[in-house]
């Protein structure tokens, strides 16, 4: 069984990833006639050369709904907890 992205960003270190949602970067959304959605996007801060972007790009594909519930949930715990200083 191969690695899970999980475990890739947990040895990379959480703190070291960067992320960007398509939605606030998309130029273009194309639908083809073989039905595959073309997304065209500018990747900030990535400066580029003959061997693609100097970091790896990867594209997540998750459910939009969940992810919403997962932050709003993860909102909700951090009103009920509060800040400590911890």
Same mark, same amino acid.
């Given at each position: 069984?191969?690695? @899970?992205?999980? =475990? ?7 703190? @070291? ?26 990747? =900030? ?8 972007? @100097? ?13 919403? =519930? *997962?932050?709003?949930?993860? @909102?909700?715990?951090?009103? *009920?907890?509060?800040?400590?200083? =911890?």
């Amino acid at each position: 069984m191969g690695l @899970k992205l999980s =475990e890739l960003i947990a040895a990379y270190g959480d703190d @070291k990833v960067m992320f960007q949602i398509l939605d606030t970067c998309t130029d273009s959304l194309n639908l083809t006639k073989r039905g595959i959605t073309k997304v065209t996007f500018g990747a =900030e801060g990535q400066p580029f050369d003959y061997n693609g972007t @100097k970091n790896l790009g990867l594209v997540v594909w998750l459910d939009r709904d969940r992810v919403k =519930e *997962i932050v709003a949930a993860s @909102k909700a715990a951090l009103t *009920i907890g509060g800040d400590h200083g =911890e």
